[in-house]
């Protein structure tokens, strides 16, 4: 069932048409991410999806209501991490928590997402004594505060560590799991591919593209790689060059090169057992979302 429905969004801000007929829909109990590059119109999208910002045109129902019109309502049942989030450097965690615990009727007890969200042992810490992933840590918290159906989080793990990032990640999935559809914005490849089950990929104020990750990579016509060192005499030209999907084959010293399409690569590995050709260092250049992006927009973020 789709919790929320964008259809035919825009946006401008003067003579700057940022946002030009965005239209998708999320199901519940989703991850869906809306990726692109910076400027492409992300934030934007979400910020008029959250009641933040007002839209020109199109229409929005995220829960059934209009964010425009029904912001008292709406607000009760989402949360929101902006991409651009900051508290007060002194301010403590559980203060912080007890504060955004006063905006709504029902809110969740904060002392449980201490716990949940390893900040108990820095409930008296202030805000700008964390590390970059605890402060994370309680911005997912605050978004839960309020008991929400839905959470939008924006650019979360810009700025963090690998391992900060991924922590992140996990959480991110508890969230999934507990029963909070989430909206992730993002402009990271790998983040998408590790979270999303959906994606919609937008550039300049579009949707070029909704599908799920893997989805829009089976999508793409480009050929790809397979690359392989040979230990014994052969000739790969004669072996490789005229199985299905193949498109050349390139020989440098004992070093060889097979671009392709489609799942040629494993045409060729079995041609190589048959004939028992020894080979080592074997890599496949795999399709990646990048090259999906790219494909579609004509630019690598």
């Known amino acids: 069932m789709a919790i929320i429905e964008v259809t035919d969004l825009r946006k401008s801000y003067g003579q700057l048409s940022v946002l030009e007929g965005v239209s998708f829909s999320v199901a519940e109990g989703e991850i869906f991410g809306i990726l692109g590059p910076n400027g492409a119109g992300k934030t934007t999208t979400v910020e008029c999806v ?3 910002r007002k839209p020109d045109g199109g229409t929005i129902r995220v829960l059934g209501l209009d964010p425009a019109t029904d912001g008292r309502a709406l607000r009760e049942q989402v949360g929101v991490q902006l991409q651009h989030t900051q508290l007060p450097d002194t301010i403590k965690v559980w203060e912080a928590l007890d504060l955004y615990a006063a905006f709504y009727s029902r809110p969740r007890d904060w002392r449980e997402l ?4 390893g900040l108990a042992d820095k409930r008296n810490a202030r805000f700008g004594k964390l590390s970059g992933g605890q402060k994370q840590r309680l911005f997912i918290a605050l978004a839960l505060i309020g008991n929400p159906r839905v959470a939008f989080l924006d650019e979360l793990t810009t700025g963090l560590d690998p391992q900060a990032r991924r922590t992140t990640w996990e959480l991110i999935k508890q969230v999934r799991d507990s029963g909070v ?8 490849m790998d983040e998408v591919e590790e979270l999303c089950d959906r994606v919609a990929v937008v550039d300049r104020g579009r949707v070029v593209a909704l599908d799920t990750p893997a989805g829009l990579v089976d999508g793409l016509d480009a050929a790809h790689e397979i690359r392989f060192t040979l230990m014994a005499a052969c000739d790969p030209v004669a072996l490789l060059a005229d199985l299905p999907g193949v498109a050349e084959v390139t020989v440098t010293a004992d070093r060889v090169v097979v671009s392709g399409r489609g799942d040629f690569a494993t045409a060729v590995t079995a041609q190589l057992a048959r004939h028992h050709v020894l080979v080592s260092d074997l890599r496949i250049d795999k399709r990646t979302l990048d090259d999906a992006f790219v494909a579609l927009t004509g630019r690598s973020l």
């Not at 201490?114 to 969200?117: R, V």
């Not at 559809?181 to 990271?188: D, G, R």
């Open 181 to 188: 559809t989430v909206v992730l914005v993002s402009h990271f």
């Open 50 to 52: 959250e009641g933040l």
């Open 114 to 117: 201490l716990e949940q969200w």
